[in-house]
């Protein structure tokens, strides 16, 4: 028996997939959001927002909550539905682990994930003091010697987060300035959260949890090995952009799916929002694509040139 044909499918329930879904379906698009994992993406576990416009300050949690309520008021939302294959014939066949599906458009807001060091003991240790998400395991870490690896914003906020839950922290930072935002360097400084500039991480220590992390300064090629039993690693993400391979769209040469104005891909019918297309990767900015790409969806399901 085939399976339902929809106008629209968004595969990824974060801030552009959610966007995407109210437009969408507001247009009058039969429309379907597909998320691998639970809805919501990276902002589910940021503990506080403080630049999402009319929210002088809201938890991840709860942004999420709003998302998700608007958009299931006129789209249906399916979570734990990786796609295990997905083809262009005259429509687009998608194949889920529940069962199959067609569409007319397609929709990636897929996002990215967490960019790993690469060091000895980094996946033995992952899940056993190794994290890459201080919001979510910070609490088994209260009291205890962490490291924070990392000169961007995410990891600015994750050394303040832990060291406001009594984490003793240092931040480990490759080059002698940080990245990240200037308030938030202004805020690890006045929390007083220890430095460890000019150095990298070698490896991570430790036989059944972590134990420590052995580093080297970049200047001196000194070596030392600081006790910790946490370590947050937060130097950047990488692209979910296994969808975007199979269908063929055109990527940059970090791997992020290339889109003109309008998120259109390299692929009539395939449009893109979000964070994996690269750039300033904020919740506001998601959104704002997601709105984009799927009146762009609209207007070219009024007028496909692609379906004979």
């Known amino acids: 028996m085939p399976g339902q044909l929809f106008d629209l499918a968004v595969v990824g329930a974060g801030p552009a997939g959610f966007t995407a879904g109210i437009y969408a379906g507001r247009s009058g698009l039969k429309t379907i959001i597909l998320e691998k994992q639970l809805a919501g993406g990276q902002v589910v576990i940021s503990p506080s927002i403080e630049n999402w416009p009319g929210e002088k300050e809201i938890s991840g949690q709860d942004l999420t909550m709003k998302f998700r309520e608007h958009a299931e008021s006129y789209v249906e939302i399916r979570e734990f539905q990786e796609i295990e294959s997905i083809r262009k014939d005259k429509l687009f066949e998608i194949r889920t682990v529940d069962g199959e599906m067609s569409s007319k458009a397609v929709l990636i807001a897929t996002g990215a994930e967490h960019r790993k060091l690469g060091v000895p003991g980094e996946d033995k240790l992952s899940g056993k003091g190794v994290s890459y998400c201080a919001t979510c395991d910070g609490f088994f870490f209260k009291g205890k010697d962490v490291v924070v690896v990392g000169g961007g914003s995410s990891a600015l906020l994750y050394a303040i987060y832990l060291q406001n839950i009594d984490c003793r922290v240092k931040l480990i930072h490759r080059r002698d300035e ?130 004979s």
């Not at 202004?186 to 150095?199: C, H, K, S, Y």
């Not at 030392?224 to 039993?229: F, M, R």
Request: charged share 25%; hydrophobic share 45%.
């Open 178 to 307: 940080f990245r990240g935002e200037k308030a938030l360097q202004d805020q690890v400084g006045d929390l007083g959260i220890g430095m460890v500039l000019d150095t990298v991480v070698e490896e991570f220590i430790g036989t059944d949890m972590l134990e420590g992390v052995r580093t080297r300064n970049l200047k001196t090629g000194e070596m030392k090995t600081l006790d910790a039993a946490g370590a947050f690693v937060a130097i950047g993400e990488v692209p979910r952009n296994d969808i975007a391979v199979e269908l063929g769209v055109e990527l940059d040469e970090e791997g992020y799916v290339k889109v003109d104005r309008s998120m259109r891909t390299s692929v009539p019918g395939v449009f893109a929002a979000g964070d994996i297309t690269g750039g300033l990767k904020q919740i506001v900015s998601a959104a704002g694509e997601g709105a984009i790409a799927a009146t762009s969806a609209f207007e070219e399901l009024m007028k496909p040139y692609w379906i």
